[in-house]
């Protein structure tokens, strides 16, 4: 898969792209398993988690590729911002790209071109 890409949308993600995204996602699940041991913040950790989840799966369905979710996950900070901010979490602030980091390497595996 190195050095190709997919077209989504009007543009192509490349590979590299997708591999990136996967490596932040991979390190964001790390991060996300640590901080949840805190069990004064696992409460708001698992809720912001379910929020941008279920914002994630309107944006882009349940049929999806990598690249599609690469392409998503570029503009994940202002729309997961949203999404939690709307919800009235406390803390979410600082969340933001740790939850999203989980949504989107826990999401990646239903792609339809996933390989671990």
């Given at each position: 898969m190195h050095g190709t890409s997919a077209w989504v949308g009007s543009f192509a993600v490349s590979?590299?792209?997708v591999e990136t995204a996967r490596q932040e996602w991979i390190e964001g699940?790390?991060?996300f398993h640590e901080e949840?041991?805190?069990p004064r913040r696992r409460?708001?950790?698992?809720?912001?988690l379910e929020q941008i989840t279920a914002e994630l799966r309107k944006r882009i369905g349940t049929t999806f590729t990598l690249a599609e979710l690469t392409e998503t996950y570029a503009g994940v900070e202002?729309?997961?911002r949203d999404?939690?901010?709307?919800?009235?979490?406390?803390?979410w602030p600082r969340d933001v790209t740790l939850v999203a980091d989980e949504a989107f390497h826990l999401?990646?595996?239903g792609a339809t071109d996933y390989r671990p």
């Open positions: 590979s590299s792209a699940h790390r991060r949840i041991k805190d409460p708001w950790l698992l809720s912001h202002d729309w997961a999404a939690l901010a709307e919800s009235g979490a406390p803390g999401y990646a595996r």
